[in-house]
């Protein structure tokens, strides 16, 4: 697998796709990567892409750092300021722990330890506060599918 800077809302961040075997990822993406794996999370090249994965092995979220070269329609990234934000967005929410802009479902900016909600994205955030990551995520479990 070659990582890319593509970034897909509520889909996948970097070619790696949501709802898939963490397993199959890591064998995809060969020797030529650093790769780091504790507690549900696998950590690829020091960070820059971070994979969370359930019990299932199946990824539920893929978050990039700063070093991704990526950004989702000109309007996020990651290492964007609350200014860049603003100037971005026309609507912030807090949704699980992330900013989400412009009702954009399955993709955010994670807010700091400690905050997962503001009536006003300046409430407890100053203007040139960086969100360092960016994250792409399931919004809900995916339905299951039975044969009769």
């Known amino acids: 697998m070659k990582l890319s800077a593509d970034i897909v809302a509520g889909q996948s961040l970097g070619g790696i796709t949501l709802r898939t075997s963490v397993d ?19 950590s690829i090249d020091g960070g820059t892409i971070l994979i969370g994965y359930g019990e299932d092995r199946l990824i539920y979220s893929v978050m990039c750092d ?6 989702y ?12 934000v603003l100037e971005n967005s026309a609507t912030q929410t ?5 900013v989400v802009v412009d009702g954009i479902d399955g993709i955010g900016l994670p807010l700091p330890s400690g905050w997962d909600d503001f009536d006003q994205l300046t409430d407890h955030l100053q203007m ?5 990551h960016l994250s792409v995520f399931l919004l ?3 339905a299951v ?4």
């Not at 807090?94 to 992330?98: E, M, R, T």
């Open 24 to 42: 199959a990822v890591i064998a995809s993406l060969g020797d030529g990567r650093a790769l780091d794996l504790c507690n549900g999370v696998v």
């Open 66 to 71: 700063r070093r991704f070269k990526g950004n």
């Open 73 to 84: 329609l000109g309007k996020l990234w990651p290492g964007m300021t609350v200014r860049d």
């Open 94 to 98: 807090a949704w699980g722990g992330a």
């Open 128 to 132: 040139e506060h960086v969100f360092e």
């Open 140 to 142: 809900s479990a995916p």
């Open 145 to 148: 599918v039975t044969d009769r």
